[in-house]
């Protein structure tokens, strides 16, 4: 699933959510738009939750790499490292 970051674009559908009173009312008095925050804070915790998987899936691969960089150093060395 990508995740379009122009929300403008995009199908929304209307939906329900349980959300604490007291962060209801400031957001409210803020003149924020509560159902973009809150798509913001969904799309950011899909976000990390994916990251999150992507790192355990890959754990394997990341540390055969890591240990071969640790073992043998880099491929190729960059002009201004001078080591």
Do not use: C, Y
């Amino acid at each position: 699933m990508r995740i379009r970051s122009e929300t403008n674009s995009v199908t929304r559908k209307p939906t329900n959510l349980t959300i604490r009173k007291d962060v209801l009312e400031e957001a409210k008095s803020l003149n924020l738009n509560t159902s973009k925050a809150a798509e913001f804070g969904i799309v950011q915790a899909i976000r990390e939750l994916k990251s999150k998987e992507w790192v355990e899936h890959n754990q394997v691969a990341i540390s055969a790499h890591n240990e071969r960089i640790a073992k043998q150093g880099v491929l190729l060395k960059p002009k201004w490292d001078n080591r």
